[in-house]
Every structure is written in structure tokens, then in C-alpha cells.
């Protein structure tokens, strides 16, 4: 089963405004990864933080872990219409494998 | 960082034949991994394939399937056999690099993908 589920599954915006995206888990992870896919194409790796961390920052994107509710979440501040793709959470349990949840398709309308 | 390319980027193939993907890392690496994603879903893993070694399978994956090949260090097939409709998917091929000071943390990269559709 996968390990990581997002939450909305769906998400419509408009330009300007923030978008948040969850990701919930159930094993103790190594690091939690979001990646970027914009439809059709490759995935894009935008920001890893990993298990002994709270908050990371990358450009317009934040994303924090909660581990004790195994729980984590991406904010995309100041959305542009470029920002529309699917986002996928993907948590690292050791073993080599990491794990991608569902996805959330986020539209950003201009 | 790592650079992955794949072959063919896209196909239309007739049930029944297989196709052969390709795989290429820039770097050489220890593990290699490929995907699914079917339309609409997120990313499922095939199998990971080490250099030297037969790949190991995923629950609902078979070799007789999805053969895969891992020649050296940078470079990997996966096959698929036999297709259906149901096989048409994009198969993505990836790669874990250890990073950080002292080999803190495992990163993963992928390749763009190879869009399959079966008739």
C-alpha cells in the first residue's frame, strides 16, 4: 500500500494566492521528499527535508514535518500560473525504496 | 546532482509485441530503480535493479513481465512483454545518490519518462 497520501486531492486557485497541500504517512520515515509534475512530463524534485527537521525553505516553497503526527505539508506562496502540475509527497524508509502517495493536481488560474 | 535520459520518450505499440526501454545515468550509480504511473495515478515501483545482481520485484510485478537488465553502473533496460492496454502507462527510471557531508541523506532522481500507449 502507499505510504503517502495528500491532502486535497484536487486544488484551484488563483493567481496571487497561497497554496497548501498535506501529506500523511504511516512508518517512521528517513526523510520526506515533494516533487513537482507537470502534466505528461518527468517528475521534478523541489525540496527534501529530512526526519530530525521541522521546517524548510525554498524560494516561494515551505514545507514542514511533524513526525509525531506523521504528517507533513507544502505551502507555495504567491502562486503563478506556472505553478499549475500535480505535487507528490515521497517518504524514504531506508531499504532503497521511497514511497509516493496519490498526488494533489493544483490549477492555478491566471 | 544527476542527469537521467531515456529511450524511446514516447510510443504506440500493438498488443501482444514488447518494447524495450533504456535507461542512461550520467554518473554511476549503485541502485537503479523503474516506475509506473499509470493515467491519473502516482508513481509505483517495478523493481530495483543493481549492478550484477537480478532485479528484485515488487508485489504484483513478475521478470517474465518486466524483464530488466543492469549491464554496469550506468545504464539499465526494463522490457516490457507481452502488452495489453492495461500496460500503457509512462515508465520512469530513477536513481538514489547519497548526498551530504559524511553520506547524510539519500536523494532521488528521475528520468523523463517514456509515454507507452498500448492499442
Known amino acids: 500500500s502507499q505510504q503517502g497520501e495528500e491532502d486535497p486531492q484536487a486544488l484551484s486557485i488563483q493567481e496571487g494566492e497561497n497554496a497548501t497541500m498535506n501529506c500523511s504517512y504511516k512508518t517512521s520515515i528517513n526523510n520526506l521528499q515533494w516533487y513537482r509534475q507537470n502534466s505528461g512530463r518527468g517528475l521534478v524534485h523541489l525540496i527534501l527535508i529530512r526526519s530530525n527537521e521541522r521546517e524548510k525553505h525554498s524560494g516561494r516553497l515551505r514545507v514542514t514535518l511533524d513526525t509525531s503526527k506523521k504528517s507533513s505539508s507544502l505551502l507555495i506562496t504567491a502562486s503563478r500560473a506556472a505553478d499549475t502540475a500535480s505535487y507528490f509527497c515521497?517518504?524514504?524508509?531506508?531499504?532503497?525504496?521511497?514511497?509516493f502517495g496519490a498526488g494533489t493536481r493544483l490549477f492555478v488560474k491566471a | 546532482s544527476a542527469v537521467i535520459s531515456q529511450k524511446p520518450s514516447r510510443d504506440i505499440c500493438q498488443r501482444g509485441t514488447s518494447l524495450t526501454i533504456q535507461c542512461q545515468v550520467d554518473?554511476?550509480?549503485?541502485?537503479m530503480f523503474w516506475y509506473r504511473q499509470q493515467p491519473g495515478q502516482s508513481l509505483t515501483l517495478i523493481a530495483t535493479a543493481n549492478q550484477g545482481s537480478e532485479a528484485t520485484y515488487e508485489s504484483g510485478f513478475v521478470i517474465d513481465k518486466f524483464p530488466i537488465s543492469r549491464p554496469n553502473l550506468t545504464f539499465s533496460t526494463l522490457t516490457v512483454s507481452n502488452m495489453s492496454p492495461e500496460d500503457s502507462s509512462i515508465y520512469l527510471c530513477s536513481v538514489e545518490l547519497v548526498l551530504g557531508q559524511g553520506g547524510s541523506y539519500n536523494e532521488q532522481f528521475f528520468g523523463p519518462g517514456t509515454r507507452l500507449t498500448v492499442l
Open positions: 554518473s554511476q550509480v549503485t541502485m
Open positions: 515521497a517518504t524514504y524508509t531506508g531499504g532503497f525504496k521511497t514511497i
